[in-house]
Structures are given as structure tokens and as C-alpha cells.
């Protein structure tokens, strides 16, 4: 089992930076791929980004190459998720969701365990 919690939303101005944060339970963090999701308003919940249990890999939709960063830091358990040149188009709620697959990291039902969530709010 693993609990995962976000944090780092908020409030932003178009052009802006925020630092999510996702937060994993248990001792077996180092064995789960990672992914961030959002979900605006009325929408699908879409995929954002992924990194392989070591790190070593990353993915990313396309809207969000060059302005958004995964990392891990296994040491403490927790995945973040760097957006820089924020858009009013990144306006969401951002999961972090956890998975013990490897690959289909862009498929919401390859995952296992999901977070609460975190608003993030980019305004024009």
C-alpha cells in the first residue's frame, strides 16, 4: 500500500513557476514509476508526465516539453514536478499516481495508487 499526498498548488500569473510536490508512504517508493495527471474543469483527466523508478527515465505530453521537469528523490520518498512558463491551459487539479507497471506510463488505469490532488490556478 501507498499513500501518496501533493502539495505546491496555488495561484499563479501566466508566465509563472510553481514546484509540485508528491509525497509516497511506504518503503518501497524506489519500486513504483511515478506520473503527474491534471484535470481541468468538464475534462478528461490527462496525462502530464512520468519517471521510471530509477529516474532515469522521463516522459512527457507534448504540451508541456521545455517548460515542465519531473525528478524523483528516492531518499525522501517523493516525486516533483518543475513547471515553468505556466499557461492559463495548466489550469487544474495535478495528481501524482503511482504504478508498479512498466511502460503505458501515459494510461491513468495503468496506475495503482492515486493522490488527493492539488489546484493549481494560472491566470491571464
Known amino acids: 500500500q501507498v499513500q501518496l499526498v501533493e502539495s505546491g498548488g496555488g495561484l499563479v500569473q501566466a508566465g509563472g513557476s510553481l514546484r509540485l510536490s508528491c509525497a509516497a508512504s511506504?518503503?518501497?517508493?524506489?519500486?513504483?514509476?511515478m506520473g503527474w495527471f491534471r484535470q481541468a474543469p468538464g475534462k478528461e483527466r490527462e496525462f502530464v508526465a512520468a519517471?521510471?523508478?530509477?529516474?532515469?527515465?522521463?516522459y512527457y505530453t507534448d504540451s508541456v516539453k521545455g517548460r515542465f521537469t519531473i525528478s524523483r528523490d528516492n531518499a525522501k520518498n517523493t516525486v516533483y514536478l518543475q513547471m515553468n512558463s505556466l499557461k492559463p491551459e495548466d489550469t487544474g487539479v495535478y495528481y501524482c499516481?503511482?504504478?508498479?507497471?512498466?511502460?503505458?506510463?501515459?494510461?491513468?488505469?495503468?496506475?495503482?495508487?492515486w493522490g488527493q490532488g492539488t489546484q493549481v490556478t494560472v491566470s491571464s
Open positions: 499516481a503511482a504504478t508498479v507497471r512498466t511502460g503505458w506510463y501515459t494510461y491513468p488505469t495503468a496506475y495503482d495508487y
Open positions: 511506504g518503503r518501497t517508493f524506489n519500486s513504483y514509476a
Open positions: 519517471i521510471s523508478w530509477s529516474g532515469g527515465s522521463t
